[in-house]
T-cell receptor, first 116, second 113 residues
């Protein structure tokens, strides 16, 4: 149980284009989803937290107009990187947490974004 | 600022030995603690969670928590080369962004055959 999927697993795009990454909880309802970014050999950096049906909460320094997050249902959250630039190239990982006050977060497999 | 500290390593142990990974945290009010394993190029996978003082065992893994000392550790018995990975300690941030996890920078473990 507690499987989280991400799509796509990798993407290469041109500078200036937008990229959408999907995060799905496959066997549980995720009331809260988290989006992280990880640069090579660095730790996870929390970008934003989203609850189903409400606006995402962004961490300090993360541009909400650049990283659009939508949590439309209890099993799906999307991250759209708008007008991507080479410095946005990174490993983007989502995690999901279920109902009932459970604390455990389950991670998706990640999406590797390369912006040319 | 709430912090989670880990020795970055690398920690090198021979196959079959016990690997001991340590983590300290700054928020005395923390109640929920997690260990994740991350292989290179992959996302983190949950190994164990621990909420109460003492030891919690799951197979070859034992998590130890001491809230008074603000210390949590992970022991890996009979270490295998497949255990070679970066181990992330995480603490739930009760006062933060809807209970997000605060991660340490991870300890890289290398198990030598």
């Amino acid at each position: 149980g507690a499987v989280v999927s991400q799509h796509p697993s990798w993407v290469i795009c041109k500078s200036g284009t937008s990229v959408k990454i999907e995060c799905r909880s496959l066997d549980f309802q995720a009331t809260t989803m988290f989006w992280y970014r990880q640069f090579p050999k660095q730790s996870l950096m929390l970008m934003a937290t989203s609850n189903e049906g409400s606006k995402a909460t962004y961490e300090q320094g993360v541009e909400k107009d650049k990283f659009l997050i939508n949590h439309a249902s209890l099993t799906l959250s999307t991250l759209t990187v708008t007008s991507a630039h080479p410095e946005d190239s990174s490993f983007y990982i989502c995690s999901a947490r279920g109902r009932g006050g459970l604390d455990t977060q389950y991670f998706g497999p990640g999406t590797r974004l390369t912006v040319l | 600022q709430k912090e989670v500290e880990q020795n970055s390593g690398p920690l090198s142990v021979p196959e079959g030995a016990i690997a001991s990974l340590n983590c300290t945290y700054s928020d005395r009010g923390s109640q929920s603690f997690f260990w994740y394993r991350q292989y290179s190029g992959k996302s983190p996978e949950l190994i164990m969670s621990i909420y109460s003082n003492g030891d919690k065992e799951d197979g070859r893994f034992t998590a130890q928590l001491n809230k008074a000392s603000q210390y949590v550790s992970l022991l890996i018995r009979d270490s295998q080369p497949s255990d070679s990975a970066t181990y992330l300690c995480a603490v739930k941030n009760y006062g933060g962004s809807q209970g997000n996890l605060i991660f340490g920078k991870g300890t890289k473990l290398s198990v030598k055959p």
